[in-house]
């Protein structure tokens, strides 16, 4: 079974379209929740939703320790254009 996903906000939309074409189930912080969430709250919903979270978002590995024993993350840590970065994360996401 392939893992679930919650977008943060700044994952770039190509990046999650090309996760839903591989079959995997990206749920977007616009279809969940709000703009401007905090990230203990987005914690607390991948949780809640048995989901991963995958991020641009150094932060998210600084969680509170609770939390980081509950959780999944993929933490992108690439720069460059947004097409780079989906054609990257997409040709290594089932390693």
Aim: charged fraction near 30%; avoid cysteine; aromatic fraction near 8%.
């Amino acid at each position: 079974m392939k893992p679930k996903f919650i977008a943060d906000e700044n994952i770039p939309f190509s990046l999650i379209k090309g996760l839903r074409e591989l079959s995997y189930k990206v749920i977007t912080i616009e279809e969940i929740a709000y703009f401007g969430i905090r990230n203990n709250e987005l914690a607390e919903l991948a949780i809640q939703h048995g989901m991963n979270i995958i991020t641009r978002d150094a932060d998210f590995t600084r969680l509170e320790r609770s939390l980081m024993k509950k959780i999944k993350v993929i933490y992108i840590k690439l720069r460059g254009s947004p097409d780079n970065i989906t054609k990257h994360v997409l040709r290594n996401i089932d390693r």
